[in-house]
T-cell receptor
Framework: SQQGEEDPQALSIQEGENATMNCSYKTSINNLQWYRQNSGRGLVHLILIRSNEREKHSGRLRVTLDTSKKSSSLLITASRAADTASYFCANKKSSGDKLTFGTGTRLAVRP | GAVVSQHPSWVICKSGTSVKIECRSLDFQATTMFWYRQFPKQSLMLMATSNEGSKATYEQGVEKDKFLINHASLTLSTLTVTSAHPEDSSFYIC???????????????FGPGTRLTVL
């Protein structure tokens, strides 16, 4: 299976703390994306990082990509209770390829 | 931003009946749409790629005669679960790629999902 692994499976933090989620994948990729899913809802695209990029920022989100280790991380700074959700990484081997999702991290931010 | 809708948002049906789920791209055209299935607390598993004007491409292990996909227009794809059984109960999500490169856009916009419960 091409499915990536995410770590940790679940994470519980206090509001204001930072949350870090890691994602590993198995083959060479064109790009890697992070999505957020609130319980029982669809997914929302957060950020995309291409294979020739190492780091990207969007508001309180910071994504890194290490192609030599086939891994990526998502950092959410100054977390809020509203950040409580499941976070999935997904990668594409080529631009026209399908998305392959990781196993997901369930984040709970306590007020 | 791009919006994808799904209908219905939830459905309960009896075993043996068929259920149709619609996926629409509301403000853009989608020659390709994707159908996923998600079990509780698990990741999304791609079931099939829906192609406008041609046959869908199914992932390995997905029965094409059971999960009928029709992509009749540039804004609508439908998934019909035929002869549904309790094990088909799941959360079904569609998505459509959108971006500067058009149908091959890297970003996917997801519908809100349809929760199917088969009694």
């Amino acid at each position: 299976s091409q499915q990536g692994e995410e770590d940790p499976q679940a994470l519980s933090i206090q509001e204001g703390e930072n949350a870090t989620m890691n994602c590993s994948y198995k083959t060479s990729i064109n790009n890697l994306q992070w999505y957020r899913q609130n319980s029982g809802r669809g997914l929302v695209h957060l950020i995309l990082i291409r294979s020739n990029e190492r780091e990207k920022h969007s508001g309180r989100l910071r994504v890194t990509l290490d192609t030599s280790k086939k891994s990526s991380s998502l950092l959410i700074t100054a977390s809020r209770a509203a950040d409580t959700a499941s976070y999935f990484c997904a990668n594409k081997k080529s631009s026209g390829d399908k998305l392959t999702f990781g196993t997901g991290t369930r984040l709970a931010v306590r007020p | 931003g791009a919006v994808v809708s799904q209908h219905p948002s939830w459905v309960i049906c009896k075993s043996g009946t068929s259920v149709k789920i619609e996926c629409r791209s509301l403000d853009f055209q989608a020659t390709t749409m994707f159908w996923y299935r998600q079990f509780p607390k698990q990741s999304l598993m791609l079931m099939a790629t829906s192609n406008e004007g041609s046959k869908a491409t199914y992932e390995q292990g997905v029965e094409k005669d059971k999960f009928l996909i029709n992509h009749a227009s540039l804004t609508l794809s439908t998934l019909t679960v035929t002869s549904a059984h309790p094990e088909d109960s799941s959360f079904y999500i569609c998505s459509a790629p959108y971006g500067r490169s058009g149908p091959q856009g890297d970003t996917q916009y997801f519908g809100p999902g349809t929760r199917l419960t088969v009694l």
